[in-house]
């Protein structure tokens, strides 16, 4: 895409990334994206899967949805099961 776009930042600070752009980027629902800054610019990168390092809840959320991808189907529901028994576990009334 040769021209550019222009978006609204909306008041949580979202914008839309054109289906194009995303395209061209094979950006899917689901896919994890990097934020970083560089040269005072905003870079939005694709990434398959999060470093581990960061143990923050989006970090590892992110992890977790990135591995899940590469599961066999039985993996995954077998993983599932194991985090609602802990979510049970732990007293987690929203399961």
């Known amino acids: 895409m040769k021209k550019p776009v222009y978006k609204l930042l909306d008041e949580k600070g979202r914008i839309l990334i054109p289906k194009e752009f995303r395209q061209m980027a094979e950006l899917e629902s689901g896919d994890i994206v990097k934020l970083s800054m560089s040269s005072g610019k905003i870079v939005v990168s694709k990434v398959d899967i999060v470093e581990m390092g960061s143990q923050d809840p989006q970090a590892v959320e992110a992890y977790v949805n990135a591995a899940v991808k590469h599961m066999s189907p039985a993996k995954q ?9 802990f979510a049970q576990q732990e007293g987690g009334t929203d399961c």
């Open 77 to 85: 529901v077998a993983l599932a099961a194991r985090i609602l028994k």
